[in-house]
């Protein structure tokens, strides 16, 4: 198999960025007088877009005995509300409780030095990818940053990567996507291009090992070696 470029997710692959969608959450729930989530809940959230980690931390906070789901406490009702708070707390706080994941740098340098195209395909909104990656010094390592937002559906539906791959001028089956979670997985499985998974990531609370994928690697700089792909070494 031959790569040709690669297509990086940033949520749990690129950055630990649990930290600011906690924040960013939390604050939001504060102002719609609702009680504080914890990192678990928000973790299990994370992964298909802002409006899916929204509804579903409001439905498990209006689930907590003492809440109410009447009299406006829906989370149809707040939703809207809901995301206007949060859009306007993760832009404060954007990168400033999160952290590059150790191995990424080397490995980024490493595939660009290899002349490797590179694109940053995310489920976040695209401005705040944009932010995060040159907040995290990392932008500049990619040819294209696409979002949630940037095309009609998101990821696990193929339409991104086939997107992506059309602008990096190759072709899915020699595009390797990497990623942290079966969404990234089913994405890539529909759309025909080779899959490598993190371990480190969030994947909804699952054992990302039992999603299949060429390789589950604890760094990314075990993705290739300097000589050999880690799939050619280990076999799928």
């Given at each position: 198999?031959t ?8 949520d ?6 649990l930290?600011?969608?906690a ?6 729930l ?26 579903s931390?409001?439905?498990h ?7 109410q789901r ?5 989370v149809?009702?707040l ?16 990168g400033q ?6 191995g990424?740098v080397?490995?980024?340098?490493a ?18 990818a ?10 500049g ?8 937002d ?8 193929p ?14 089956a020699?595009t390797l ?8 997985a ?11 998974l993190?371990?480190?990531g ?6 990302i090992q039992?999603?299949?994928?060429l390789?589950?690697v ?15 070494r280990?076999?799928?």
């Open positions: 198999m790569i040709q470029a690669i297509m990086i997710d940033l749990g692959t690129l950055v630990h960025t930290g600011d969608f924040a960013a959450i939390n604050r939001m504060g102002d719609l007088d609702l009680p504080a989530a914890s990192t678990e809940v928000v973790a299990h959230a994370v992964g298909q877009g802002s409006a899916h980690l929204i509804r931390v409001i439905d906070q209006l689930g907590l005995p003492g809440q009447c009299a406006g406490r829906s149809d009702n939703y809207e509300p809901a995301w206007l708070r949060y859009q306007y707390h993760y832009a404060q706080i954007n409780f999160s952290e590059v994941y150790p990424v080397p490995a980024l340098q595939w660009q030095n290899r002349g490797m195209p590179m694109a940053c395909l995310t489920n976040k909104p695209v401005v705040f944009n932010d995060l990656l040159k907040a995290k010094g990392l932008h390592f990619f040819q294209c940053v696409f979002g949630g940037s095309f009609a559906r998101k990821k696990p539906d339409l991104p990567l086939l997107e992506t791959c059309r602008v990096l001028g190759r072709d899915p020699h996507m990497v990623g942290d979670s079966r969404n990234d089913q994405a890539a499985d529909a759309a025909g291009c080779p899959m490598v993190v371990t480190y969030y994947n909804h609370g699952e054992p039992a999603v299949p994928a390789a589950h604890d760094d990314c700089q075990h993705i290739h070696d300097g000589q050999s792909w880690v799939w050619q280990t076999g799928p």
